[in-house]
Structures are given as C-alpha cells and as structure tokens.
C-alpha cells in the first residue's frame, strides 16, 4: 500500500469523527494564534522606548510566554490521551482486519500529519484575521502604543509551527508505543466493568494528607517574600491530593455508602451508588484536571483583574494629599516660571530638607546602628532602608510640634523590629572607630512622602553633622565638600490635569531634578498591570476552552456509551421516567463535585494568594475577595446549567427514543 492511501484512509477516519478531532484542532489553532501574539509583541515591541512600565512590561510578556509554551504541552498530551481512548477501539479493529503494527503506525501518522497541518493553517489564519485586534487589545490595556505598524511576520509563524509540530512528534512517539505494546485484542477491549473497583486506602490517605497540608501552609503564611518556596511546594501537593482525592477518597467514600444496608437497599440509591462506583473510576482524572483548571481560572481572572482595578486606589495610597514630590529644586523663582509655564499655580507646598534620600543600615538587637557599618553586618541582622530628613521638615509634613534634646532622634518605624537606641559608627582621622549613642523616640505619626522602612527626623542644628554620620566618615568639614541639604518639595497646583501631566512630563525630562508623581506613577502601574491583565485574560480563555474540551469529551461518550447500559435497566423494569432520575441523580454527583472542590481550594488559597497581591504594592485591599466570590459562584452557575443542559440531552437522546 503506497502512501496515498493511508493519507485518504486518515482523511476518512478524521472526518468519519469530526466531533472528536475538531475540538482538539480548533484548541491547537488558538494556542498557535495565542503564542504567536505573545511572542509578536515581546519581539517587536520597542519597550526600551516605552514612557511607561516598560521593564516590567517586557519580563510579564517573556514569563508569560514561557508559561504558555509549558501549558500548551500539557493540554496537548491531556486531550491527545482523550482521543487515544476514543481511537483505541477503532485501531484494533484495523489490526482484527488484517493490518499489521507497521501499517498502523503510518495510518496514525498520518492522521497526526493532518491534524497538524491542518491546526497551523488554522492558527496561522486566527493570527492574519485577530492578531491586529489582540495587539491593539493589549495596547488598549497598556494604555501606550506597544507596536508601530503591525505586520505578519512570517519568519516568527515559523518558528512557532516548528515548536507545535515538535510537540506533536512527542505525541506521535506515546502513541507509537502504546500501538507497538498493545495487542488487538486490548485495543478492542474497554474497561473491565463487570470488575468492581478496588478502595485504595494509600491513596485516599495521601489525598487526605497532601490536601491538609497544603491548606495549612496556605493559611499559615505571614511573608510572601521568604515563605514562596512552601506556597509553590502547597500548590504542588493541591494538586497531587486532588487527584488522589478522586482516585481513591471518592471510590472509599462509596464503598463505605454501600456497607450501609439500609441506604444501599433502597430503590433510589443502590443503581446510583452502584453505577457511580464504576464510573467514577474513569471519570476521576477528568473530575480532578476540572477542579486544577476551575481553580487556575477564578483565581488568575480575579486576581488580575483585583489588581488592574485596584491600581487607581494603590497610587492614592501613594500620594494621599499632595499630588507632586519634587527634588531638585531649591531656587523658588526656578520653579515659578516652570510652573507658569504650563499655565499653574501652586495651591499648597510643604518644603523637606532631606539629609540623605535613602541608604542601607542595620537593625540589631532593638539598637539601630549607622556610619561604618558594612563591614559590621552578621547574618541575623535586618538591614532596612532609612531616609534622613530635619525635624523642621517633618513638622511641616505632619502638621505637629515636637521638641528634641540634643541627644534624641525621632524615628518613624516601618518595620517589625522595635529600636529604642541609635548607635553611630565612626571612623575617625587616625583610622580608629569611636561610637556615639543616641535616643530614639518613636514618631506616633506617619506620612507616605518617603516610602523607606524607617525616616529619622534629626535636630535641624544638627543636620549638617549628620552628613558625616550616615557615612562614617567626617568629610564635610573639607570646604571642598557641599554642606546644602536637598530640599524635597510635596505640592498640589490648581489647573486642569493635561497641564499637570504636561509639568510633570517636563520635570522628568529633566535630569537633574528627581519627580515622583501621582499621573506619571499611575500611567506607569495601568501600562505594567495592562499588560498583566491581558495574559491573564489570553490564560483565562485558555483555561476557559480546556474546561469546555473535558466537557464536551466526556458529554461526547456519555451519549454514546450509556445508551446500552440505560437499554439494559429499562429491559429489566425501569420506567423512562425512573431512567431519567436516576441519570440525574448521578450527573448531579459527577459534574459539581469538580466546582465545589475548587471553590474549597480558591477559599484555603485566598490569603496566601491576597499576601502575593501585596508584592505589587496594592496593601491591604489587593487582591478583592468579593470579586473572588463573585467567580466562584459564576462558575457554580455555569456548572449547574451545564448539568440541565446534559440532562436534557440524554433525556431526548435516550430517554425519549424506544430503548
């Protein structure tokens, strides 16, 4: 037999199930179209030109797609398995008619062939007809220009198709091997049904112990910064337990029911307990990988969009009364043309004199230690960061009067080390150390003009002085060396908000003047979070599709499968109407277990998730558990109309046609 014909006999099979292979298609086409643009704007964007969040934009767009690269492998060889179940019976029967294995490895390959070339071409077509509207999406997030002029590029479909058809080789080389170890009469064989299901009592204590500890972990996270290690570890064993839960927890469960004369007897539960004792054994993989997937997608779609919404709120945070902090200007009359310029004027301003912007220090046993201290650190010291202003200043920021002795420094404390005394490590002429003790007072009020763990306020007399001893070293004594501190200028101007985002344009282009805005910020934290927000979306609808795909495939063989088994029960005396119920009432079990599972899951991650949302500097309200909620009962929803949906389906297919 020469090759044309196992291309026209593959032709056949594909379109003879079109049903099957379809889907997984359309899914390869989307995750081609989905890569293409992720990989398209981390190539041709010129992020290094971008006026906002343009680092942080190019690592999520890289990260992302790696990411992907990951999970289209993973979704590839999950439905590839799916359709190996499908296409087993037919393959054997091949063999049954006279095909050898070598026959039958080229009839497979070349439906792998098809398949592939045919998704590519798809994927290709997806990315000439969405991929400007993806692009410009993500643009309309990002808030900027990402791209000029869109064009396909042909050398990147390329790559990408080199990438998809490798993974298809992989699957290709599984499905080779399992038709080489398998003998005809195994491929033509289902499951041992009239074999009852064995409890695994191992695995059903594994899933019991991997999901326990994971939810502990999970809430017993206080720093997302030194505890990432056990939340990657906590997702690991969710997901390990999960399905161990279904594999073996799910059977036991059953097998303890039916131990149970008196509720196995009765008429409404000894079909349903009996039939869900074998079904539950294939479905279990499924009902697990469901659960993974709905837990991935409410919490990626709420928290990227907590964040996206939450930015506005977060920069507030950042600038809760003045709009503007400027450094860099010290001449009045400077700033009043560059105001005027841009048709202002100053509403209210509060001067700072800084005596240094921020620097390291260390934070040993409740004593805080500055100057010569580098070589001093040992490995249980906390080493914050510290910014020195004048007492005058503080007072001005703060709206308070305090009074300080000649020995005391006032201390704003960020972190969670109380310090009640201030060492100050110098070196002096003759290269010997002396050591000048301070008191601390702890400042009772805070202000977010200077976002450093700790702000020593010191004696305006002393300001001066305080440039040697943040350093160590007494320098400023040399008339070579500046003894003006820099002045810190926290204002709010009247006008409109173009004019305000034009000074603070103007004022950053500036090199030697140092702005951190409220519009600047803001345009900043939407251009990066955009971005974050639309690969969550492309991830949700990647999530959203392989959900629909378990689904359908699995919608797909109860049609097809049970029509037997349902023929069966009414030969022996079960009304259609009984037949019904009882489909109902297993459905019921098999298709919300997954969504309530996984809404147990989002509920156990939520606050190690909410801790990961403070990374990003959103605080306290990061990561919405309302809109979290809000997810977990849409999903429920969707399953609940599914399950309708379903039942209806196998009511007029089945229950309605002469069984």
């Known amino acids: 037999m020469n090759i044309k014909y196992y291309l026209t006999l593959a032709w056949s099979d594909i379109r003879n199930m079109k049903d099957i292979y379809l889907p997984y298609g359309g899914m ?10 992720i990989a398209y704007l981390g190539t041709h964007g010129n992020f290094y030109s971008l006026t906002k969040g343009s680092i942080m934009t190019l690592d999520l767009l890289t990260c992302g797609g790696v990411i992907l690269c990951v999970l289209i492998f993973i979704l590839c ?21 006279g095909f050898s294995r070598k026959n039958l490895l080229l009839l497979n390959a070349c439906e792998m062939i098809i398949i592939s070339v045919l998704a590519l071409i798809g994927g290709m077509i997806f990315c000439i007809v969405f991929g400007k ?4 999406s993500a643009e309309r997030f990002a808030r900027q220009t990402l791209i000029q002029g869109i064009t396909v590029d042909m050398r990147l479909m390329l790559w990408i198709s080199l990438f998809m058809l490798s993974v298809g080789l992989v699957l290709l080389v599984r499905d080779s091997v399992y038709i080489v170890t398998h003998n005809p009469l195994t491929m033509l064989r289902k499951e041992k049904m009239q074999e009852q299901p064995k409890a695994k009592k191992l695995t059903t204590i594994f899933g019991i112990v991997f999901l326990g500890v994971g939810y502990g972990i999970s809430l017993s996270v206080n720093d997302i910064g030194d505890d990432l290690e056990k939340i990657v570890f906590a997702i690991l064993l969710v997901i390990f337990g999960t399905y161990c839960i279904f594999k073996g927890t799910g059977i036991m469960l059953l097998k303890l029911l039916q131990r149970n004369e008196k509720l196995y007897y009765h008429k409404k539960h000894m079909i349903t307990l009996s039939n869900l004792l074998f079904r539950l054994r294939s479905y279990a993989v499924s009902m697990a990988s469901i659960t993974i ?3 991935m997608l409410i919490l990626t779609a709420s928290m990227c969009i ?3 919404t939450g930015v506005e709120d977060s920069v507030k945070q950042r600038f809760p009364e003045y709009k503007f902090i400027i450094n860099g200007i010290n001449d009045d009359q400077q700033l009043q043309q560059i105001v005027k310029k841009h048709h202002l004027a100053i509403q209210k301003e509060v001067l700072i004199p800084v005596v240094h912007g921020a620097m390291q220090v260390v934070v040993r046993n409740e004593e805080l230690w500055i100057g010569k201290v580098n070589e001093t650190i040992k490995e249980n010291d906390s080493v914050p960061a510290l910014t020195a202003i004048t007492l005058s200043g503080y007072q001005n920021a703060t709206n308070t009067q305090v009074h300080l002795k000649k020995d005391e420094v006032l201390l704003l404390n960020r972190t969670s080390h109380p310090i009640h005394t201030m060492n100050i490590r110098m070196e002096n002429d003759d290269h010997t150390i ?6 601390v007072r702890s400042s009772d009020v805070d202000f977010e003009v200077f976002p450093t763990d700790l702000v020593l306020i010191v004696p305006d007399q002393q300001a001066v002085a305080y440039l040697d001893y943040l350093f160590g070293e007494y320098v400023h004594d040399d008339p070579g060396y500046s003894t003006t501190l820099s002045m810190y200028r926290s204002m709010n101007f009247i006008g409109s908000e173009d004019n305000q985002k034009a000074l603070a344009a103007d004022l950053n282009a500036n090199e030697e003047i140092t702005i951190e805005d409220y519009y600047t910020v803001l345009d900043e934290m939407m251009s990066a979070y955009g971005s974050f927000l639309f690969l969550g979306i492309l991830f949700s609808i990647l999530f959203i599709f392989s959900i629909f795909m378990i689904l359908y495939y699995r919608m797909h063989e109860d049609l097809r499968e049970h029509e037997h088994e349902y023929s069966i029960l009414y030969r022996i005396g079960l009304t259609k109407r009984e037949l019904s119920l009882e489909s109902a009432r297993e459905n019921r079990w098999l298709i919300l277990a997954p969504p309530i599972l996984a809404i147990l899951h989002c509920l156990m991650a939520y606050p190690a998730f909410h801790l990961f949302a403070s990374l990003f500097g959103f605080g306290k309200n990061g990561f919405s558990f309302m809109l979290m909620g809000e997810g977990c009962l849409v999903v429920l929803f969707v399953f609940i109309v599914y399950m309708l949906l379903l039942q209806m389906l196998i009511k007029k297919k089945i229950m309605i046609r002469k069984v």
Do not use: A, D
């Open 77 to 97: 060889w999950t439905f590839s398995l799916t359709i190996r179940r499908q296409i087993s019976t037919r393959q054997g029967l091949y063999r049954v008619l």
């Open 28 to 37: 390869m086409s989307m995750c081609f179209c989905f890569l293409y643009i």
């Open 133 to 136: 509207l993806l692009i410009m």
């Open 306 to 308: 907590s964040l996206y």
């Open 293 to 295: 997937l709905l837990t």
């Open 434 to 439: 002396s050591i000048m003790k301070k008191k």
